[in-house]
Every structure is written in C-alpha cells, then in structure tokens.
C-alpha cells in the first residue's frame, strides 16, 4: 500500500510564515524592486486591519517579482532556502519527517508560500513534490501576477486533485498543519497532526475528535 504524507510548511515545518523574511530577503538582493514594496503599504495595511484576504494581499506581493528573469528569481529562492531557512526549522519537524522517509512515504509540501522559495526548502528536506502559490512568467521573465490561485484553503485540496496525485490503488495518508484554514486538506486525511494549534483551532479540534492527533513541535 502507498503511503503520501502531506506538509504545510510555515508554522508546520518552521516556526513562523516565511513570507515577511523572504520579502526582506529578496529587497536586499533586488533594491530596485523598493517601488514595488512602497506600493504595497496600503495593502498590507487593510490586510493587517483584516479588510482584505490572505488571496488579495498574496495578488499584491507577486507585484515585487514584476520584470526579474526566471533565472534571477530562483537564484535567489534557493539562497533564501540554502541560508535563512534552516535556522526556523522546528527540530521535531525535521525528526518526524526523517521517520516518514525511512518508513516510504511519499512527501509532498504543499504550502501557500510562494513556489519560487518553497520549491528549494522541498527540495532540502528530500520531499518528492512541492506544490505552492506559483508565480506567472512570459518569455523568461516575472509578469508580477500569480498563475492560478493563491495555493491556501480549500485551494490546497482542489491542486490535489488536479495535479492527479492520488494513485488509483490503496494507500495511506497523513497530513500535517498548524492552522485551521487547511481543514479542506486535513478532512481527507485518515491521521491528522495538527502543530502548535491556536486557541481557535484546539477548540475545533477537541470538539471533532476522530483522527485528529495535537503535537507541541519545538
């Protein structure tokens, strides 16, 4: 029996959302891109007064990306997976994902992060498949426009099944999130780790018990 184990990767796999880091990460290799950044302030400001969604500002920040090469842009997803990723990574995290390897799972990361980045971590940490929010590109360069959805909610659910990663035969799958917006992933899931819940989610949790499991990762 094939056995897939699905991943969130910020506050799952590391200890905080690696969007804010990465966006100072890519200012200081790309400066010119500051013009970009300056017309994102009111949209992280309704964003942090919550009148915007997690999709609309996501629409807004692959605005930084506009006019770099592809080349440029997965140098620098890599150095941000090679050189600031490894110190936010929750230690049981990692333990747990070397148990599932050695007990051959499948290990597919599926994240709303952006996929330039996420791909690399995936990579790193010996996943079979990333699968994040993905970034629009025409003859070699960034548009500054998503391609398709932002990768999150019940959109990680619907890649799932477009993506055809589900095998034809039987198999056993477990997934592993810190938040209550991937219950469209974690509700297929025979085992569901939830990580670190907030308040909200443990609420949740405690009153649909069945296949849920709690962990405190460090």
Known sequence: MMRIAFFDLDKTI?????????MIFYLKKNPKSIIYYIRLIPYLILFFLKIIDNNKIKYEIASIFRNITIEFGEKIGKEFADSIIPNL??????????????????????????????????KNLGFDKCMGTELWTFRGKFT?????????????????????????????????????SDLPLLNFAETKICVNPNNKFRKYILNNKEGFLIVKWR
């Open 14 to 22: 590391i200890k905080k959302d690696s969007i804010i880091p990465f």
């Open 89 to 122: 990574y929750f230690k049981d995290a990692l333990d747990e994902i070397k148990k599932l390897k050695s007990q051959k799972y499948t290990l597919i990361l599926i994240t709303a992060s952006f996929e330039l980045y996420a791909k690399f971590i995936a």
């Open 144 to 180: 500054g426009y998503m391609y398709g959805k932002n990768c999150y909610g019940a959109a990680k659910r619907y890649r799932l099944f477009t993506e055809h990663i589900f095998p034809n035969h039987k198999y056993k799958n477990i997934a592993y999130s810190d938040s209550i």
